[in-house]
């Protein structure tokens, strides 16, 4: 205990990590920093040293009871030569090994469900952290793609101003072209809103106040190779399913002490009588519970023992359902986000900036409507933000699939035919599109 306080000391009087000890641009580093003296860890630590420190007594025998007084003591106060005495003694209950060994096995138990609660926090607080710091990074990518369109739109304001210097081009195309730039402006205010609320949920983590100034992120491309290599199970020494099962032999532990019930403790009492006339005299007592109402105290607990353990038995199995559906949604998210990012890299980036720029020359020239260069200036915009946004799923889907192997209890990220992390039924519905889209 005096290694727990002098831990929470430590705590108090250095709640977070500092940030500029963080490497922001890392996100491996970022999710350390947010395991570093973790409350919910350091609460479950503390809850393991209660634990085993309930080991000891559970297998230990109950404290000798100490007795002393005076028997057949007269009314006023005299002694009775034959009837009064002064007496001492004590009194120990044996309790069965059996049964000290039964509730010895539950508090080790307890213990090592604790423990294996930890893991599955680790777990869970690393994807926190991996999956906020991605979503801030994909923000953050997706405003430099914008801010890069921003000269594209340049390009197009000087396009329309020069035809309608020309008289080759109505105003109405520069005010347009204006309102284009405009509209570029409120996307990137949402996207500096999303995130925003991103790091709101990952400076909490690491125990920084949520006004703290964390410099400009950037997804990796590389993050696009990473790959799922495990089986879509859930691995036989799952920290969670671990849980269960040490629950299942705390029952099986709890019917081998509710049956050893038939065979209660052992008390033996001693005590030695002094009277002042007579011969001093001792007795002897042993005692022992009869298990006369078996049916209505014995009974029940053996079968709510064992009810409680069948219960565990069926946590297991709809436990390892549910692991296996969230490892199955993520590795369906991220096939589909790997299918989406070669589409993307290797064929609609290049493309669509090739069309935008011929259509620019080609509206230069007047060969091209002001219609067309708007749309292809959208439609390249759109298709690199959905990029970033299927990068971010493929890491995001990656991530959450090693959490969930680790320890996670249940997936992060939505199922595929609802909607994925950002988007709905479109690889954009939900991402912060300009008017002229």
């Not at 990952?202 to 990473?226: D, E, F, K, S």
């Not at 007592?285 to 023992?305: C, D, H, M, Q, T």
Request: proline share 5%; net charge neutral; hydrophobic share 45%.
């Amino acid at each position: 205990m005096r290694v727990s306080r002098a831990l929470l000391f430590v705590v108090a009087a250095f709640p977070a990590v500092p940030a500029s000890a963080i490497d922001w641009h890392d996100p491996q580093a970022v999710a350390a920093a947010a395991l570093e003296n973790n409350p919910t860890i350091l609460r479950l630590q503390s809850e393991v040293e209660a634990a085993r420190e309930r080991i000891a007594p559970a297998a230990s025998q109950p404290n000798p009871m100490v007795m002393a007084g005076v028997q057949n003591k007269e009314i006023d106060l005299g002694d009775d030569a034959m009837m009064t005495m002064y007496m001492v003694g004590a009194r120990q209950t044996f309790a069965d090994p059996a049964r000290r060994r039964a509730r010895r096995s539950i508090a080790e138990l307890e213990v090592r469900a604790v423990e294996q609660q930890i893991a599955s926090a680790r777990a869970e607080i690393e994807r926190d952290a991996l999956l906020a710091w991605y979503d801030a990074a994909t923000a953050d990518s997706q405003i430099v793609a914008a801010e890069q369109v921003r000269g594209l739109i340049e390009a197009i304001i000087d396009a329309a101003r020069v035809r309608y210097e020309v008289g080759n081009a109505a105003q109405a195309e520069v005010i347009r072209a204006h309102l284009e730039r405009s509209n570029l402006e409120h996307l990137i205010l949402a996207l500096r809103g999303i995130r925003s609320a991103a790091l709101a949920r990952l400076l909490p983590l690491l125990g920084m106040p949520v006004n703290t100034a964390v410099p400009r992120l950037h997804l990796p491309h590389a993050t696009g190779r990473t790959q799922i290599g495990a089986p879509i199970e859930p691995p036989a020494g799952h920290p969670a399913l671990a849980v269960l099962e040490a629950e299942i032999e705390r029952q099986e532990a709890v019917i081998r002490l509710a049956r050893l019930a038939t065979r209660p403790d052992l008390s033996v009492e001693a005590s030695y009588g002094y009277r002042r006339e007579q011969r001093d005299m001792f007795s002897v007592v042993a005692s022992i519970e009869l298990p006369f109402r078996r049916g209505s105290l014995i009974e029940p607990r053996i079968r709510e023992a064992v009810a409680g353990r069948e219960a565990a038995e069926r946590r297991v199995e709809e436990l390892r359902r549910q692991l296996t559906r969230a490892l199955a949604v993520a590795a369906a998210l991220h096939e589909q986000a790997d299918q989406q990012l070669r589409l993307h890299e290797e064929v609609l980036v290049p493309q669509a900036r090739l069309a935008f720029e011929s259509t620019l020359g080609s509206y230069q020239t007047g060969r091209a409507s002001f219609d067309g260069v708007l749309a292809a200036e959208s439609t390249y915009l759109r298709l690199q933000l959905d990029h970033y946004e299927f990068l971010a799923q493929h890491i995001k889907a990656v991530t959450d699939f090693e959490a969930i192997r680790k320890g996670a209890v249940s997936s992060a990220l939505r199922s595929p035919m609802s909607s994925p992390a950002r988007g709905a039924s479109g690889p954009s519905a939900t991402t912060p599109t300009m008017g002229g889209m």
